[in-house]
């Protein structure tokens, strides 16, 4: 039994790039390649290449072949359209082009299907519909059975004659809310990724008749205007284009000079798009994420996910929710994995987000009135705290599956730098804020990851998480410059640690001992046990009762628990550009572990009042006139 009702008219000589009629809107457009050759083809259609030809827009297939959009950006996310808008159908259409053999017998030439899933994957028929002429098709797919979970899609088969389907678009009935958003792209010292990104969507123009007006905010000393294809960019946007500059204030700052222009007198009339400048932009999910917030019910925060640069076919980040009382980012909600290969999982079982990050996040008007702005933490954080504080003014975040963009890659960053501070003075600050802020408990989650630092002779890194949680405990006076003053102190701070240094592994090879082998890791400590491990790891290195022998340790092996058991070892930094090395100091150990002591006692006896501080700041942190003094260098 079919759930499709299924239209079909005769040749048509007009472009369906716009809407079919005007009670309906484009939501979604089905692509048969990515918006770049670094793409996987595999994401958005699944064919047999010796037998399918294809662009961005049509698919070709000879006799016989199959193609499947069962895909991360071929399907349509039903299970979130029916939760945030209610929506009782969606219609599919698509041209069709028949091109029979000498031979054939007549008949069907194309046949499409119409599949969905539910929340566990298991796959569904919604339907069979075959056509034998050229033409244009509409299918209504109901959107009735996918509250947990679930998607749907189509197939199609080649009958016995070469075929080609195009402009595949998805549409609903006009909704109540229908406005433009503005996009914000925020940038320092990366102009041609920059660039690259504006350009993306500035040349895709149905999904930028969704957007009103793109402001590039340049923090940087090399800026974005002197480079010689601004000129093609801003030709491509017009007057759409807005280019701010300012000091450097952070990711927080630039986005934030963004939504201030937006909102003169403290109210937008539009939704804003927070995008980062070094991202591989999918125009098609700017698209996804407008639509599905002016169809939403009530407003709405959308993000997109974000997929890896270095291996497109790679989720990185899915829904997530922060874990405050861990000073943790976020960790995968129910039915939300991070790391999945996309070509061979899909995102079925619906997931509720936390926040999204502002790497591809649409902020609705009614949340940036509400709200006002977010907090001046220069960068790390900001997002998430926007995002805990709309979920508890009324306005949850959706990660809107199918709608993602790719990302320069954290898990090839290491995680020993200066922005660490940022990390965790201002992951502090939000736990201050929005949580519990037990002191036993966030004493311990300090102490457990200062102290496994100290463990693994990472003792620059150590001093500058000491210095977060000393500056977060000094109160909101820490925030005054917007965070401007921070990297030239960390710079200097980390300096006096040699093993912050990345160094050339062919250099530090030609001085290692001829005798330094490999040191993998063993299995991880039961968790029960941490605390104990790493009392006595923290003993021994004191005692000098560690294995002296030369070792080197690759990337993936380089846990505390792991390094900690050698006097020293050559270790190679997650970027696999060079090598650090790290050396045991009896006296930075003893030094340190004095300190985090101390710190740790301040947390407990100190706890109810700094959070009552940093609650109590809040209204003045985040308003209009905070930032301003920041814009304007006070």
Not at 184 to 209: G, K, Q, W, Y
Not at 221 to 237: S, Y
Not at 540 to 545: D, E, L, R, S
Request: glycine letters at 6%; proline letters at 5%; hydrophobic letters at 40%.
């Amino acid at each position: 039994m079919t759930t499709a009702a299924v239209h079909v008219s005769s040749p048509v000589a007009a472009s369906h790039n716009d809407a079919a009629d005007s009670h309906s809107t484009l939501v979604q457009r089905t692509f048969f390649t990515g918006p770049d050759a670094r793409v996987a083809d595999g994401l958005y259609v699944e064919v047999d290449r010796e037998r399918s030809d294809r662009t961005r827009t049509r698919l070709v297939l000879a006799p016989g072949a199959c193609a499947s959009t069962n895909t991360y950006f071929g399907r349509f996310a039903a299970s979130f359209w029916q939760r945030y808008a209610e929506l009782a159908s969606v219609r599919l259409e698509f041209d069709h082009q028949i091109s029979p053999q000498p031979d054939a017998v007549a008949g069907p030439a194309l046949r499409v299907e119409l599949w969905a899933s539910d929340p566990s994957g298991r796959q569904r028929p919604l339907g069979t519909t075959e056509f034998a002429n050229t033409g244009h098709a509409s299918l209504d797919i109901a959107i009735d059975r996918f509250v947990d979970g679930g998607a749907v899609w189509f197939d199609l088969v080649a009958l016995g004659a070469t075929v080609s389907v195009s402009d595949v678009r998805w549409s609903i009935p006009t909704p109540e809310r229908n406005r433009q958003a503005a996009v914000v792209v925020c940038t320092h010292n990366r102009p041609e990724d920059c660039i690259d990104t504006v350009t993306a969507l500035a040349s895709d123009e149905v999904a930028m008749a969704s957007i009103a007006s793109i402001h590039i905010v340049d923090q940087g000393d090399q800026r974005v205007a002197d480079r010689e294809r601004f000129a093609a960019m801003a030709d491509l946007l017009g007057d759409k284009l807005i280019y701010l500059t300012q000091p450097n204030l952070g990711g927080a700052g630039g986005f934030n000079r963004g939504i201030y222009e937006l909102s003169p007198g403290g109210t937008t009339e539009l939704d804003i798009i927070v995008m980062d400048d070094d991202i591989l932009c999918e125009p098609e999910s700017v698209l996804r994420m407008t639509s599905f917030a002016n169809a939403s019910m009530a407003p709405v925060l959308v993000g997109a996910q974000m997929l890896l640069l270095s291996e497109t076919s790679r989720l990185h980040m899915g829904a997530e929710w922060e874990v405050l009382d861990k000073i943790k980012a976020g960790e995968p909600t129910a039915y939300a994995s991070n790391g999945l290969n996309l070509l061979e999982n899909h995102l079925d079982g619906r997931s509720d987000a936390g926040w999204n990050g502002w790497w591809s996040c649409l902020l609705p008007a009614e949340a940036v009135n509400a709200m006002s702005l977010s907090l001046p933490l220069f960068f790390q954080w900001d997002d998430i705290e926007f995002g805990i504080r709309a979920r508890h003014s009324g306005f949850p975040t959706v990660t809107l599956p199918n709608a993602g963009v790719w990302h320069a890659d954290f898990h090839l960053k290491d995680y020993d730098d200066w922005s660490r501070y940022f990390s965790w003075r201002n992951g502090m600050i939000v736990s201050a804020i929005h949580g519990r802020f037990d002191g036993t408990t966030i004493a311990k989650t300090v102490a457990d990851e200062i102290g496994s630092h100290i463990a693994a002779m990472q003792y620059g890194l150590a001093q500058t998480l000491m210095l977060a949680v000393s500056d977060f405990l000094a109160g909101p006076s820490v925030l005054d410059d917007g965070g401007q003053s921070k990297l030239g102190e960390l710079k200097k701070l980390r300096a006096d640690y040699p093993e912050t240094l990345i160094r050339p592994a062919s250099e530090v090879g030609a001085q290692a001992d001829n005798n330094t082998r490999i040191a993998l890791k063993g299995p991880e400590p039961d968790e029960s046990k941490v605390r104990l491990v790493l009392a006595k790891r923290l003993a021994k290195q004191i005692a000098g009762q560690l294995n002296r022998a030369p070792v080197s340790i690759p990337a993936d092996s380089a846990q505390w628990w792991h390094v900690s058991q050698f006097d020293n070892a050559i270790v190679t930094d997650a970027s696999q550009r060079g090598v650090r090395v790290r050396r045991r100091d009896r006296d930075t150990v003893v030094r340190q572990s004095r300190e985090l002591a101390a710190l740790c006692l301040r947390i407990r006896s100190e706890a109810p009042e700094i959070q009552r501080t940093w609650r109590e700041a809040m209204p003045q942190l985040t308003s209009r006139e905070n930032w301003k003094r920041l814009f304007d260098g006070e």
